[in-house]
T-cell receptor, first 114, second 115 residues
Framework: GENVEQHPSTLSVQEGDSAVIKCTYSDSASNYFPWYKQELGKRPQLIIDIRSNVGEKKDQRIAVTLNKTAKHFSLHITETQPEDSAVYFCAATSLLGSYNKLIFGAGTRLAVHP | NAGVTQTPKFRVLKTGQSMTLLCAQDMNHEYMYWYRQDPGMGLRLIHYSVGEGTTAKGEVPDGYNVSRLKKQNFLLGLESAAPSQTSVYFC??????????????FGPGTRLTVL
């Protein structure tokens, strides 16, 4: 079946450094790529997304890039802060019957040290 | 606006017992989903619904049943629980553009342990 691979599984940075999380997907028809942040014991929440007709999208300290040819997309967090510590999940759409479902990566645990 | 709510928050079952997890949303969303989250495996889709009275299988539907009798509610049932169903269960909902690109809003989760 279709899958999404996410790397690294854990990432440790110093406050103020940048963090990059990378995902690759297998379904060439994927057209939507959201990123979710999940704090410990909380629900996943959308932080940014990108559609297949866009190569890059920014929102303050967060940016996402998409390379459709290589089938990979990345999350970039600049000037990291302790409150950025969480598990981050990437996802990509894949057709299930007549419906476009989301397939999630396994997650990246980001730790930002003061 | 409560968003997406789930009950119960925690539950411990013995092998073979049954239970129902309730998901409710007040955003008038057409689409609702049930996921399970296991360590190192992300979120996997169990079942989903594209509207009141409809249900469909996701990636990992075996051992689960669902019902969507009212638009705002989506129930997940375990008829005979197994230890392999120990997991955190998340419900989500989204509006309906037909493209699968609408934001999914998640509930707080239910932590289920099957002994």
């Amino acid at each position: 079946g279709e899958n999404v691979e996410q790397h690294p599984s854990t990432l440790s940075v110093q406050e103020g450094d940048s963090a990059v999380i990378k995902c690759t997907y297998s379904d060439s028809a994927s057209n939507y790529f959201p990123w979710y942040k999940q704090e410990l014991g909380k629900r996943p929440q959308l932080i940014i997304d990108i559609r297949s007709n866009v190569g890059e999208k920014k929102d303050q300290r967060i940016a996402v890039t998409l390379n459709k040819t290589a089938k990979h997309f990345s999350l970039h967090i600049t000037e990291t802060q302790p409150e950025d510590s969480a598990v981050y999940f990437c996802a990509a759409t894949s057709l299930l019957g007549s419906y476009n479902k989301l397939i999630f990566g396994a997650g990246t645990r980001l730790a930002v040290h003061p | 606006n409560a968003g997406v709510t789930q009950t119960p928050k925690f539950r411990v079952l013995k092998t073979g017992q049954s239970m129902t997890l309730l998901c409710a949303q007040d955003m008038n969303h057409e689409y609702m989903y049930w996921y399970r989250q296991d360590p190192g495996m992300g979120l996997r889709l169990i079942h989903y619904s594209v509207g009141e009275g409809t249900t469909a299988k996701g990636e990992v539907p075996d051992g689960y049943n669902v019902s969507r009798l009212k638009k705002q509610n989506f129930l997940l049932g375990l008829e005979s629980a197994a230890p392999s169903q120990t997991s955190v269960y998340f419900c989500a909902s989204s509006s309906d553009s037909g493209s699968g690109t609408d934001t999914q809003y998640f509930g707080p989760g239910t932590r289920l342990t099957v002994l």
